[in-house]
Structure formats: structure tokens, C-alpha cells
């Protein structure tokens, strides 16, 4: 039991480092807030939103297998490879393939005119709530941009034997 307990321990730690060291990551973290908070300005089904959380957990598990892909890639390899090079960029479209899914399934959900000039009126007549979404966006910058070690590691991990 202990076992696999650890197993959630660091499967935590790995969301943790995706969420430190990778930046696309953090922007999948913001998208899927802001898609969330504003899906409820839409008549979205229960199916619908699983949809969403399906497109989200898609895209973000991409985004950690890509990294471990490029991590597992480097430690084997430290000169260039094109064989490296052919794993890297398998992973990287994998990624690409799962974020242009996620947009076309955002243009069908969300592609409602009326729903988003609903939106737009909300927030015209709601400066508080105008005020916070403008706040929000320098704030969601800052964690994109500017936090993490996008990709540089501070320590030197080893392998447990």
C-alpha cells in the first residue's frame, strides 16, 4: 500500500516540475482556467464539458510526455543525433496535434456570437468583474512568462536505483 501511495507522491512531483520548468504547460494551466470561467456564459451540456476537461487533460498530458521525451532523449544522447532529433520532433507534434484539437473543439463550443456579445455586455455593465479580468491578465502573464525554470533545471537529479 505504501507503494502505491508513493506512485501518486511522484506522479505529483512530475506535474509539479511540468508546472516549474515548462512554460507551455503553465499557458495550457491559464487557457483552461480562462476557457472554464468563461464556458459558463454558455449553454454547455454535462457531455460538453467533459469534453472540455477531456481537451484540457489531453493537451496538458502531451505537454509531460513530450518533456519526458526531450529529458529521456538528452540523457541518452549529448551530442546531436538525428535519430534524437526525430524523437523530439514526434513529441513536439504530438503536442501540436492535441492544442490544434483543442482549438477547433473551442471554435465549436464557443464559436455562439450571441453567447460571446453576452459576454461582452457582462462585463460592460459589470466594471468589477471588467476590473478583475483586466487584473487577471497581467498576473496570468507573470506566471507564463515569468515563472518556472522554463526547462533549466536547478539541481542535478539522478537516477534511483
Same mark, same amino acid.
Given at each position: ?7 501518486? +507522491?511522484?506522479a ?6 511540468? !508546472? ?9 494551466? %491559464?487557457?483552461a482556467?480562462y +476557457?472554464?470561467?468563461? $464556458? ?6 454535462k457531455? /460538453?464539458?467533459?469534453? &472540455?476537461? =477531456?481537451?484540457?487533460? $489531453? !493537451?496538458? #498530458? ?10 529521456? +532523449?538528452?540523457?541518452? $544522447? ?7 532529433? #526525430? *524523437?523530439?520532433?514526434?513529441? #513536439?507534434?504530438?503536442v501540436?496535434?492535441?492544442? %490544434?484539437? #483543442? !482549438?477547433?473543439?473551442?471554435?465549436? &463550443? ?10 461582452? *455586455?457582462?462585463? *460592460? ?9 483586466? %487584473? ?8 507564463v ?9 536547478? /539541481?542535478?537529479? /539522478? =537516477?534511483?536505483?
Amino acid at each position: 500500500m505504501k507503494d502505491f501511495l508513493k506512485a501518486f +507522491v511522484y506522479a505529483g512531483e512530475g506535474i509539479a516540475e511540468a !508546472v516549474r520548468s515548462q512554460r507551455n504547460f503553465r499557458f495550457h494551466i %491559464v487557457a483552461a482556467i480562462y +476557457v472554464t470561467a468563461f $464556458s459558463f456564459f454558455f449553454d454547455l451540456s454535462k457531455a /460538453e464539458y467533459v469534453l &472540455l476537461v =477531456l481537451t484540457f487533460s $489531453s !493537451v496538458m #498530458a502531451s505537454e509531460m510526455i513530450n518533456t519526458a521525451i526531450e529529458h529521456a +532523449v538528452d540523457l541518452a $544522447s549529448k551530442e546531436y543525433s538525428k535519430t534524437a532529433k #526525430a *524523437a523530439k520532433d514526434a513529441a #513536439a507534434g504530438a503536442v501540436l496535434v492535441t492544442a %490544434v484539437f #483543442a !482549438v477547433v473543439t473551442a471554435i465549436i &463550443l464557443f464559436g455562439d456570437i450571441d453567447a460571446i456579445k453576452g459576454i461582452i *455586455a457582462y462585463y *460592460a455593465g459589470n466594471i468589477p468583474q471588467l476590473i478583475g479580468l483586466i %487584473v487577471s491578465f497581467p498576473i496570468a502573464y507573470i506566471f507564463v512568462f515569468k515563472t518556472g525554470t522554463n526547462g533549466k533545471r536547478k /539541481e542535478k537529479y /539522478e =537516477l534511483k536505483k
